[in-house]
């Protein structure tokens, strides 16, 4: 088993003349998850359970129901995937190619969040690395609720004298439970 543990204490403060609120404050945020790797040479399988627990301490907060709002939520995640190989030629030159399949479930629980503050959070732009991460939002103050699976595949053309790849190639599809 491994336990993973995030962290984080900020405090905001914001110029009040250029905002139209004036909301100020401190923010902890924890995050321990413990996971149970299983790992070869040809695959792995990732279990993870994810604990979210956030406090906020604010002042300046006429649009927000308290000055003390806080969060406690969870996600469950599954990241499982295969190292295929053989040899290849093309042009006559010996080469290696992968065929990496991979499956990302993934479950975060659903919260009503529109009481607590957006200081720095953000949605993130679209990319392969975001098709396998377990908050769609950048930051503490949003965690993005969802039950979702996404399918991935990788193919690698190696030179296998150098250990560069030539040409990789991937594609993957994130399918959603619901909105």
Do not use: C, M
């Not at 993934?106 to 392969?128: C, M």
């Not at 965690?143 to 996404?150: K, L, N, R, V």
């Amino acid at each position: 088993l491994a336990l993973d543990w995030a962290s984080d204490v900020t405090v905001f403060d914001r110029d009040a003349s250029v905002l139209t609120d004036d909301i100020r404050g401190q923010r902890i945020h924890l995050q321990p998850a413990l996971t149970a790797p299983l790992e070869t040479s040809w695959g792995y399988l990732r279990p993870r359970v994810r604990f979210y627990e956030t406090a906020y301490s604010l002042s300046g907060v006429d649009t927000l129901p308290s000055d003390t709002p806080t969060r406690s939520l969870w996600g469950a995640n599954l990241d499982s995937g295969l190292f295929l190989e053989r040899p290849f030629t093309f042009a006559g030159r010996q080469l290696l190619q992968t065929l990496e399949p991979r499956i990302f479930l993934n479950h975060v629980e659903q919260e009503e969040q529109f009481d607590l503050p957006d200081f720095d959070s953000g949605r993130l732009t679209s990319s392969w690395d975001t098709l396998f991460r377990e908050n769609r939002f950048t930051g503490y103050d949003r965690i993005g609720d969802e039950q979702s699976g996404t399918l991935g595949l990788t193919s690698r053309f190696v030179d296998p004298q150098r250990g560069d790849d030539l040409l990789t190639l991937r594609a993957a599809q994130k399918f959603h439970r619901r909105d």
